[in-house]
Nanobody, 125 residues
């Protein structure tokens, strides 16, 4: 088990950028693939991006490809999500999640056992 704490959310104008961070407690961070999900009001939680334990495998939802970049720093037990060219459609609560999985990050939220509390991202038009 790992404890996850997100930060970096806020209010930004369309076209702007934000960088989310997710800090993990525990010494087993490198054992986990990490992912970002988001949930907009009235919608299902959806996969945004995932990164394998080594950083060698990364995937993105089509809606954020070319705009968002995921990365991780295993020495700091932290995963990041750099979000550029934000649009109002990106408004959501963003969650990080950890999956004890060594392959390509999985996109199904139900396999992730460890979740942060979420951070709100609001993009104004």
């Amino acid at each position: 088990q790992v404890q996850l704490v997100e930060s970096g959310g806020g209010l930004v104008q369309a076209g702007g950028s934000l960088r989310l961070s997710c800090a993990s407690s525990g010494r087993t961070f490198v054992s986990y693939a990490m992912a970002w999900f988001r949930q907009a009001p009235g919608k299902e939680r959806e996969f945004v991006s995932g990164i394998s334990w080594s950083g060698g495998n990364i995937n993105y939802a089509d809606s954020v490809k070319g705009r968002f970049t995921i990365s991780r720093d295993n020495a700091k037990s932290t995963v990041y999500l750099q979000m550029n060219s934000l649009t109002p459609e990106d408004t959501a609560v963003y969650y990080c999640a950890a999956d004890r999985w060594t392959g390509t990050p999985r996109t199904n939220q139900h396999v992730y056992e460890n979740w942060g509390q979420g951070t709100q991202v609001t993009v104004s038009s």
